[in-house]
């Protein structure tokens, strides 16, 4: 039932990152909102991994229909948004893959069809991963970074969970063991780097400091599937903790980046 709850907040959570399509957003919030749909991608291909070994389902069908609605609802927002024609066309080859994603995500979980889900959510988060770069290079503000690094590691804790259920439920393909280890370490990478910046408020400390303490235990329970002992459920609880945390950071960030912004344009007008 707690479990069901967090759940349930988590998705409020994440819903009021998402904009009526109709609203106009600024860069700091296209940053945030593309990261995000980044982030979708391995949340709904670890959900659709979870009905399929039967953990937690009935949440993971709610993470899976709301994610799956969430990313529809803010492609809308960034083409609209789009103030470029590379944007723009970053997100059309974004929705090309994510229609047929979108469709076999929504199908019944069967293990012989999991390792195409996989492959689709990796080829969703490359050109999302793209989005996300032009829109920080074309808002020309340098806390765009913090704003795409922090809003990864969302995206990571959710890619982290996925692989793990993939090892869990007896998947294998050339380089998941590698895949696993890479966005372990990049986490740790960038987990360092961000507790670093001086642009950090004392919220951003304080929520990073928390973001550590969740992390260290996590990494206990990613070292024992390297001995064949998967505790899926457990690992699925952490990495959604270690999300709701890097989501409120990740929006501190925006903030931050929308003052610099707004400083950055008082500077042209007086110039």
């Not at 982290?160 to 280890?181: F, P, R, V």
Request: proline share 2%; net charge positive; hydrophobic share 40%.
């Amino acid at each position: 039932m707690l479990y069901r709850l967090s759940t349930y907040l988590m998705l409020l959570c994440l819903c009021s990152v998402s904009l009526p399509s109709w609203a106009k957003i600024s860069d700091a919030e296209a940053v945030n909102m593309s990261g995000l749909q980044r982030m979708l991608s391995q949340r709904i291909a670890k959900s659709y991994l979870m009905i399929g070994q039967k953990v937690s389902v009935k949440e993971a069908q709610q993470q899976r229909e709301m994610s799956v609605a969430l990313f529809d609802k803010n492609l809308i927002t960034l083409k609209e948004y789009a103030p470029t024609p590379e944007i723009n066309q970053g997100l059309t080859q974004v929705e090309s893959v994510w229609l047929g994603y979108k469709k076999r995500v929504l199908s019944t979980p069967q293990r012989e069809d999991a390792l195409t889900v996989i492959r689709q959510s990796d080829e969703v988060l490359k050109l999302s991963e793209a989005v996300v770069k032009m829109i920080q290079t074309h808002s020309k503000v340098s806390a765009a970074r913090l704003v795409n690094m922090s809003g990864r590691q969302r995206m990571l804790s959710q890619r982290i969970g996925k692989l793990y259920l993939s090892k869990s439920w007896g998947l294998t393909y050339d380089g998941l063991e590698q895949d696993l280890t890479t966005a372990i370490n990049d986490y740790e990478n960038a987990l360092q780097e961000l507790s670093a910046s001086n642009l950090n408020t004392p919220q951003i400390t304080e929520g990073l400091s928390s973001v550590k303490r969740i992390w260290s235990f996590s990494k206990a329970g990613f070292a024992l599937s390297g001995e064949n002992l998967y505790v899926p459920t457990t690992i699925c609880n952490t990495t959604e903790n270690l999300l709701k945390h890097m989501q409120t950071i990740t929006k501190q960030y925006e903030v931050q980046m929308q003052l610099a912004d707004n400083q950055k344009n008082k500077a042209n007008l007086k110039s």
